[in-house]
Every structure is written in C-alpha cells, then in structure tokens.
C-alpha cells in the first residue's frame, strides 16, 4: 500500500524554474521514497512501513525523519555559482513528534492547532491569535516576556498572544522544523544568530525591511546590532539581548606584576608584554597564567575569530560570497598570535567547559568573557578584585558579540500584528526595563548616556564591545565551520601542525562542504 503525506508548500524562493526537490531516505530508517515533488507543494510518499510505524508513533514508538534537498541545476543561486542544495528536515507524524520534544507549550501537541484557531471573536470584534515561540527555559526571561505580552495585549486587546518555550538544541531545532513542516509554525520566534544562516534562505523567517524603512525606531537602534541581524543588506532578526565578549582582567595581580590596574592591555602588543611578565611557574609547570585562552574544545573557534577579527579578518567566512578566510594571512597571523601566548605559558583549558577557566579559579589574569560571566565572576575571593577593559584592537577594534532576535514567521498571516509587537518590545521604555530587570543592555543610541552612567566602568565596556562585535556566521554550514576550526586550532596548539598548515587543511575542508550543498 502506498500514501502520501503532504508536508507543506515549497519556500516562495524556490517556486521558480530551474528548481528541483529530490527527497532522501535518513540512513537509520528502512523506508524507500518514491515520489518527487510539484511546483508548490512538497509531498512524500513511503512505504507500508513507514505509514504503519506513523501509526504507531501516535503510541509513544518512533518518527521517521525525511532530509529534504533543494538542487538548483540552472546557473546562479542563492549561494553558489553552480550546484546548491539546501538542507531542511522535514518530519513525519508532527503531532506525536511535538509531543514528545519537552518544551513548555500546555501539553498540546502542535505549535499552532490549525487556521480556525488563529483567531477567535469576542464582543467588540475579531482577536487575531499569535504563537510566541522562544529559545531557552530560564525563570527570569520566562517572567520578562510573559510581562510583556501581557502589557501588549493591554495596549492591543485585538490581539491575543500565546507564550511558548523551549530549551536551546535538539529540541527546539525540532519543535521549530516540526512547525515549519506541517504549517504550524509559530507567528513571533526569539532564536539566536546562528539560525539565519539556514532559516532565511528556506523563506522561514521573513525579511523587515518593508516594517523598519518607515519605523521610526531604525535610526536610534545600534548600528552593529541592526546589522547583525542582516543577510544580504536585508534585516531578518530585529535583535533583543546583546551577548558580547569582553576583556576582563585581575586588578590585584597586575598591582603584584607591577603593572598598572588602571591601564589594562589595548592592543596586542601591550597583552602580549602583560601576560609574558603574568606567567608564574614552577619547574616546566605553570602556576598562573597572563591571558587565560583555551588549548581545546567546542568554543575554540570563537576565541581564534576574536584574534581574526581583531588582525582585520572579517569572518571566518565571507557570507556574500561564501569565501573562507580562516587561512588568510591576517587569519593565520592571529592563530600564530594565539600559539605565542601558549608557548610564553598558558594553564591547560577546554573551553568546552567555561566553568573550568583559569581566570574563574585564580590561576590566570586575563581572560575573555561576557558580562554575565563578569557578574558571576565578580563575587567571593575575586569581589571588587576584576575589572573591565575595551576591546583590544590589532589592525581594528573588534570582539565577538553573539545575539538573540525576534524574528517574524516567514508563514504567519498576521505580519502586520507581528510587527506591532516588534515594536513594542523595542520601545525605549521596554528596552530600558529589559536592562532594570535582567541587566540587558539597551539598543538605542537615545539610551547610551543614561546607560553608561548606570555604571560608567562596565556598561562603556559594554557599549564598546557591541559595538564593534561580530557573531556567528549566517550561512547554513556554520557548525561544520565551528568543528573544523576546532580541530586546526586543537593541532597548532598541541604542535600537530604549523599554524599555516593547520589553517590551510581546515580551509580545504570547509571548502569541501561548501561544494557539496
């Protein structure tokens, strides 16, 4: 017996000629596709088996899950000059994989029921229904966006919004890819950077810029931090919560070097110099360390693209024309920088443990880090022990600033409802008790000064640091970018291989990624 399962219309993008869907079996299910696709709508078909462990699933069983790639088989394309394939997972049996996902959403089983549910009458007329979906579990943003969709609603009665959750990861790249498979995706998403890479050129999120060009917030918003929620000089994200790296370092142990505590490092010369006259050790062991960088682990990439970045790098990768630049000269220059520090004497780190830094136990001086981790660092024998210190600069000033979004649902029919809430929550009252109440910093150049006075020598740092921040990079093989840079900064620090060496392989193997989409 053979059904079919619709799975949901063909991103507006690809509803042109020259595009194809070519439906893959996942390896660890025994489920043949037979069926390609229309011009609009995606449809899969599968096996006896298949739809009998659907049935099944509703039982608490298992999900087969399907890999969709689009193929451009003509010239251009939204990445590539060539061949191009975008990745999006599509599921089967959405109600029972929602079910099972663990995020916070009332028990029910789809992010949004169905079109008869979008909206609902009341005595003064129609209430448009909206689905708020965001990233994380935490107590304290949880009661923040409940507050604010409920002065929203105030403000708007005509409007009703429903506030969902779920934890970062698996989890909520499931809920999300569940909802954009099955027409069910949520109106309002709060999700990170990284997500833009994948989910702008699938038609999942839906660019502002018709909304911004006449708002008048755009002009008083951050710069940097409107452009980082930019792919291709199109504003998707309208950004929230700013995440930025910062320098901080022990004013007790630069006062013990003889150094000045009131004249931190600006440059990587005078880092250098400081941490060379920071080093402690005992025989060949180091007891204390200058700079506290890791020597392996998950984050390791983003440590290497501080330095990058700093020495005129502009990415690890160039999002407009995908060119890696993680073995430019000025790239391999700063993992050089990188293995100088280690070689002068660094404490042994993986920074896929952020508890673990040396900073944190006393063992380093310096170190990156956020705001928060200043705010949690900043207490028992390190108390009024740390400060902070504005981005170093090489070639130029930079850091690495991540940052959380609100983006509009590339499928919600309520966009101009959507907006009016993006508007609202970017409001310069709203932003200012974001700061009052979870010590966000504010995005508007009218909130600068009162910012900055809050508490004039961290929040200028702050400032700064968004500023000239850059985060992620927005294209859709970002984690394999992360895991390669990983490795080749794991082998040059560990003396595998030369910084040049490393850096050209990795380079190779992102390439390698790149032709395959």
């Given at each position: 017996m053979i059904s079919g399962k619709w799975i949901g219309d063909i991103p507006k993008y690809y509803q042109k000629e020259g595009w194809k869907l070519k439906i893959v079996q996942n390896k660890h299910e025994n489920i043949q596709i037979i069926k390609k696709t229309s011009i609009d709508k995606i449809k899969i078909m599968e096996n006896e088996n298949g739809v009998q462990r659907y049935m099944n699933l509703k039982h608490g069983i298992s999900t087969p899950f399907f890999l969709l790639y689009f193929y451009h088989y003509g010239e251009g394309g939204f990445f590539m000059k060539k061949k191009m394939a975008m990745l999006c997972a599509a599921v089967i049996g959405v109600s029972a994989v929602l079910g099972t996902t663990g995020c916070g959403n009332n028990g029910n089983e789809e992010l949004v029921s169905s079109a008869e549910d979008s909206s609902a009458q009341d005595t003064d007329g129609k209430v448009t229904k909206l689905v708020f979906l965001r990233a994380g579990t935490e107590k304290a943003k949880k009661n923040y966006w409940q507050e604010m969709i409920e002065g929203f609603e105030a403000e708007n009665p005509d409007i009703d919004i429903e506030y969902q959750e779920c934890p970062y990861g698996d989890d909520f790249e499931t809920k999300l890819n569940t909802g954009f498979a099955s027409s069910t995706a949520p109106d309002i998403i709060n999700f990170t950077m990284a997500s833009m890479g994948t989910r702008v050129p699938l038609g999942q999120y839906e660019s502002l810029d018709k909304y911004v060009d006449l708002w008048e917030g755009k002009d008083d918003f951050m710069e940097n931090a409107l452009k980082l929620g930019t792919i291709n000089d199109s504003l998707y994200g309208l950004p929230v919560f700013a995440d930025p790296r910062v320098?901080?370092?022990?004013?007790?142990?630069?006062?013990?070097?003889?150094?000045?505590?009131?004249?931190?490092?600006?440059?990587?010369?005078?880092?250098?110099?400081?941490?060379?006259?920071?080093?402690?050790?005992?025989?060949?062991?180091?007891?204390?360390?200058?700079?506290?960088?890791?020597t392996s682990g998950s984050n390791m990439h983003q440590w290497f693209s501080i330095f990058a970045e700093e020495n005129g790098v502009k990415n690890l990768v160039d999002e407009d024309d995908n060119s890696i630049l993680i073995n430019t000269p000025e790239a391999v220059e700063a993992a050089e920088y990188m293995l100088k520090l280690k070689e002068l004497g660094v404490v042994q780190w993986d920074s896929t443990n952020s508890d673990q830094n040396p900073f944190s136990t006393g063992l380093a001086a310096m170190t990156f880090g956020s705001d928060q981790d200043f705010q949690t660092w900043n207490s028992g024998a390190l108390k009024d022990k740390i400060a902070m210190a504005s981005p170093l600069k090489n070639k130029k000033q930079a850091t690495f600033c991540g940052m959380s979004f609100l983006f509009m649902s590339g499928e919600t029919e309520h966009k101009e409802e959507v907006w009016r809430f993006m508007e609202y929550i970017s409001s310069p009252e709203n932003m200012w008790k974001r700061y009052e109440e979870l010590g966000s910093a504010p995005l508007r150049e009218s909130l600068k000064d009162k910012f900055i006075a809050e508490n004039p020598e961290i929040n200028k740092v702050i400032y700064e640091s968004i500023s000239c921040g850059n985060g992620s990079p927005k294209v859709p093989y970002a984690n394999s970018v992360y895991n390669i840079v990983n490795e080749s900064m794991e082998k040059i620090m560990y003396g595998v291989d030369e910084p040049g060496k490393s850096m050209n392989d990795g380079a190779k193997k992102i390439q390698k990624e790149v032709d395959n989409l």
């Amino acid at each position: 017996m053979i059904s079919g399962k619709w799975i949901g219309d063909i991103p507006k993008y690809y509803q042109k000629e020259g595009w194809k869907l070519k439906i893959v079996q996942n390896k660890h299910e025994n489920i043949q596709i037979i069926k390609k696709t229309s011009i609009d709508k995606i449809k899969i078909m599968e096996n006896e088996n298949g739809v009998q462990r659907y049935m099944n699933l509703k039982h608490g069983i298992s999900t087969p899950f399907f890999l969709l790639y689009f193929y451009h088989y003509g010239e251009g394309g939204f990445f590539m000059k060539k061949k191009m394939a975008m990745l999006c997972a599509a599921v089967i049996g959405v109600s029972a994989v929602l079910g099972t996902t663990g995020c916070g959403n009332n028990g029910n089983e789809e992010l949004v029921s169905s079109a008869e549910d979008s909206s609902a009458q009341d005595t003064d007329g129609k209430v448009t229904k909206l689905v708020f979906l965001r990233a994380g579990t935490e107590k304290a943003k949880k009661n923040y966006w409940q507050e604010m969709i409920e002065g929203f609603e105030a403000e708007n009665p005509d409007i009703d919004i429903e506030y969902q959750e779920c934890p970062y990861g698996d989890d909520f790249e499931t809920k999300l890819n569940t909802g954009f498979a099955s027409s069910t995706a949520p109106d309002i998403i709060n999700f990170t950077m990284a997500s833009m890479g994948t989910r702008v050129p699938l038609g999942q999120y839906e660019s502002l810029d018709k909304y911004v060009d006449l708002w008048e917030g755009k002009d008083d918003f951050m710069e940097n931090a409107l452009k980082l929620g930019t792919i291709n000089d199109s504003l998707y994200g309208l950004p929230v919560f700013a995440d930025p790296r910062v320098l901080i370092y022990n004013k007790e142990m630069f006062e013990e070097a003889g150094l000045n505590s009131e004249n931190p490092p600006s440059n990587w010369d005078e880092l250098l110099a400081a941490h060379e006259k920071l080093v402690k050790k005992d025989g060949d062991s180091v007891v204390q360390t200058g700079m506290g960088i890791p020597t392996s682990g998950s984050n390791m990439h983003q440590w290497f693209s501080i330095f990058a970045e700093e020495n005129g790098v502009k990415n690890l990768v160039d999002e407009d024309d995908n060119s890696i630049l993680i073995n430019t000269p000025e790239a391999v220059e700063a993992a050089e920088y990188m293995l100088k520090l280690k070689e002068l004497g660094v404490v042994q780190w993986d920074s896929t443990n952020s508890d673990q830094n040396p900073f944190s136990t006393g063992l380093a001086a310096m170190t990156f880090g956020s705001d928060q981790d200043f705010q949690t660092w900043n207490s028992g024998a390190l108390k009024d022990k740390i400060a902070m210190a504005s981005p170093l600069k090489n070639k130029k000033q930079a850091t690495f600033c991540g940052m959380s979004f609100l983006f509009m649902s590339g499928e919600t029919e309520h966009k101009e409802e959507v907006w009016r809430f993006m508007e609202y929550i970017s409001s310069p009252e709203n932003m200012w008790k974001r700061y009052e109440e979870l010590g966000s910093a504010p995005l508007r150049e009218s909130l600068k000064d009162k910012f900055i006075a809050e508490n004039p020598e961290i929040n200028k740092v702050i400032y700064e640091s968004i500023s000239c921040g850059n985060g992620s990079p927005k294209v859709p093989y970002a984690n394999s970018v992360y895991n390669i840079v990983n490795e080749s900064m794991e082998k040059i620090m560990y003396g595998v291989d030369e910084p040049g060496k490393s850096m050209n392989d990795g380079a190779k193997k992102i390439q390698k990624e790149v032709d395959n989409l």
